[in-house]
């Protein structure tokens, strides 16, 4: 019997553990436990400069609340040949919705690189190459390294090198305020929540947020 108590007592402390790791079983993973984290208490995001399609070099922050609206935004590079180009497309869909819904006065589209052999002119190629409208959908590159790395750490992107000059990394929408603070992370395969998501922070929008399953 007092190896089953044994038993019984260590099951207890591990579940008490998990318990405590994953928030009350609310969450069961650590980048779930970041979104939730950040939902509930957004995060200003670090000063970087980027580099535009234009060759234009500004603060991104400053850029943010110059424009005004609420950007979703993801990260990317030019040389992707695999989820950049999934990602492109989802984005493209939901240029096409902010079009539709008449809400390029509120809302834009952000796609960042992480490549630092990015230029103004491989923006400007890819951009075509998306069918971006400059005016609704802008791209950008991180121009400092420590900047760049602080960047991708706040957004939990994971950017490993991979061979022929590629790299294996990981994708999401992120929801983004015009002074600077991120509040949401969204799945790539749910751009219409993450739209619903910016439309939710929008100046007299008054429908809450339902949240995704």
């Known amino acids: 019997m007092r190896w089953v108590l044994s038993l019984a007592l260590a099951l207890a402390a591990g579940i008490g553990v998990l318990y405590s790791l994953t928030d009350g079983f609310t969450v069961l993973t650590a980048e779930a436990a970041r979104r939730q984290a950040i939902a509930a208490q957004p995060r200003d995001i670090p000063m970087a400069q980027v580099l535009d399609g234009a060759g234009r070099l500004e603060v991104l922050t400053h850029n943010l609340q110059d424009d005004g609206r609420v950007a979703i935004v993801n990260f990317f590079y030019t040389r992707c040949i695999a989820l950049c180009l999934a990602q492109g497309s989802l984005t493209e869909r939901l240029q096409q919705a902010i079009k539709a819904e008449g809400l390029q006065q509120q809302i834009r589209l952000i796609s960042l690189s992480f490549d630092p052999r990015d230029r103004a002119g491989d923006l400007s190629r890819y951009a075509v190459r ?6 609704v959908w802008q791209f950008m590159t991180l121009a400092d390294a420590p900047q760049r790395a602080a960047m991708l750490d706040l957004f939990g992107i994971l950017v490993v090198p991979a061979p022929l000059g590629e790299f294996e990394h990981n994708a999401a ?4 305020t015009p002074d ?9 395969d749910d751009p219409g929540w993450a739209l619903q998501a910016a439309k939710a922070l929008m100046p007299g929008h008054t429908a809450p947020l339902k949240e995704t399953p």
């Open 173 to 176: 929408f992120h929801i983004v």
């Open 180 to 188: 600077g603070r991120l509040v949401r992370i969204v799945d790539l």
């Open 130 to 135: 998306m069918g971006a409208d400059p005016s």
